[in-house]
């Protein structure tokens, strides 16, 4: 008995010490980004790599505040980022229901062809999207990039919310239509409170492809006004003939911030939605 016990032990400290050196080695990026955004230009081009700034300094804050658009770039997302948010919600809400509670033709070959076209990179779509968006004048808008965007929430969003749907039981929607509810009102009052955690999870994964990418905004947006803070990022790059670490580095904390801020604010939901959803499908 010892002797087992000794054994589980050794296998927790080698698990927990693998975990931990992931941990150190995926956190690291995120941990020299936030320490160099406080550092001088002189402590980030050191000989030896320094880990804490010696004197730490907000003056790439404040550059990047008050010198450059990036006020106007948060702007940009926050508006790109919420509006494919809600309309991703209601659509994914809209089709995981109908694959979830009615039976109709090709029904099961809608959810294949919905993970198949995951198959597929995004920059395979990039040229046939800008062609389309061009014939309807939809180029340099925020409503092609929030169409682009939503596009590309929902195939994984509605198969993931299909399957949590199927485990919110459906004896609640007729238990309240029996009570008077229309399906309407059953699904407003009893049903969606129920499958909070699966919406919530879609929003966050909706919110964070808005919020951070940066292939389909570089190319569909042609006024610098109009940049999200994706793109924004590039004024810090060839000024004066370099790279701007220490501006770089305070605006990409921004931009993380946000989309930090949202996700601890919903990780319970994320992580509810998530697995209920990829144990029934």
Same mark, same amino acid.
């Given at each position: 008995?010892?002797?087992? *016990?000794r054994?589980?032990?050794?296998?927790y400290? %080698?698990?927990?010490?693998? %975990?931990?050196?992931?941990s150190?080695?995926?956190?690291?990026?995120?941990?020299?980004?936030l320490?160099?955004?406080f550092?001088a230009?002189?402590?980030i081009?050191?000989?030896?790599?320094?880990?804490?700034?010696?004197?730490?300094?907000? +003056?790439?804050?404040?550059?990047?505040?008050?010198?450059?658009?990036?006020?106007?770039?948060f702007?940009?997302s926050?508006? !790109?980022?919420?509006?494919?948010?809600l309309?991703?919600? *209601?659509?994914?809400?809209? $089709?995981?229901y109908?694959?979830?509670?009615?039976?109709?033709?090709?029904?099961?070959?809608?959810?294949?062809? %919905?993970? +198949?076209?995951?198959?597929?990179?995004?920059?395979?779509?990039? =040229?046939?999207?800008f062609?389309?968006?061009?014939?309807?004048?939809?180029v340099?808008?925020?409503?092609?990039?929030?169409?682009?965007?939503?596009?590309?929430?929902?195939?994984?969003?509605t198969?993931?919310?299909?399957?949590?749907?199927?485990?919110?039981?459906?004896?609640?929607?007729?238990?309240a239509? !029996?009570?008077?509810?229309?399906?309407?009102?059953?699904?407003?009052?009893?049903?969606?409170? *129920?499958?909070?955690?699966? =919406?919530?999870?879609?929003?966050l994964? +909706?919110?964070?492809?808005?919020?951070?990418?940066?292939?389909?905004?570089?190319?569909?947006m042609?006024?610098?006004?109009?940049?999200?803070?994706?793109? $924004?990022?590039?004024?810090?790059?060839? =000024?004066?003939?370099?790279?701007?670490?220490?501006?770089?580095?305070?605006?990409?904390?921004l931009?993380?911030?946000?989309?930090l801020?949202?996700?601890l604010?919903?990780?319970?939901?994320?992580?509810?939605g998530?697995? +209920?959803?990829? *144990?029934?499908?």
């Amino acid at each position: 008995m010892e002797q087992f *016990v000794r054994r589980r032990l050794v296998r927790y400290a %080698l698990a927990y010490a693998w %975990l931990l050196i992931i941990s150190t080695f995926t956190a690291f990026p995120f941990f020299w980004m936030l320490t160099s955004s406080f550092k001088a230009r002189p402590e980030i081009f050191t000989r030896i790599p320094v880990l804490f700034p010696q004197e730490p300094t907000l +003056a790439n804050y404040n550059y990047v505040l008050t010198e450059t658009p990036a006020g106007r770039y948060f702007l940009n997302s926050l508006y !790109i980022a919420t509006v494919t948010t809600l309309l991703a919600l *209601v659509l994914t809400t809209l $089709g995981a229901y109908a694959l979830s509670r009615f039976q109709f033709r090709m029904r099961r070959s809608l959810g294949v062809w %919905l993970i +198949a076209g995951q198959m597929f990179p995004g920059v395979l779509m990039l =040229i046939p999207l800008f062609v389309t968006l061009t014939r309807l004048n939809l180029v340099n808008t925020y409503a092609g990039l929030i169409i682009v965007y939503t596009m590309g929430a929902l195939p994984f969003s509605t198969w993931m919310l299909k399957g949590y749907f199927d485990t919110v039981p459906r004896e609640l929607e007729d238990s309240a239509m !029996i009570d008077g509810c229309s399906r309407v009102g059953a699904i407003r009052r009893v049903f969606l409170p *129920v499958a909070a955690p699966g =919406i919530a999870a879609v929003a966050l994964f +909706a919110f964070t492809i808005a919020w951070q990418e940066f292939m389909f905004a570089l190319t569909m947006m042609k006024d610098q006004e109009k940049y999200p803070l994706s793109v $924004g990022i590039n004024f810090f790059v060839g =000024i004066a003939g370099s790279v701007v670490w220490g501006n770089i580095m305070a605006m990409a904390v921004l931009i993380i911030v946000p989309g930090l801020i949202f996700f601890l604010f919903l990780q319970r939901y994320m992580i509810s939605g998530l697995t +209920a959803g990829a *144990v029934k499908g």
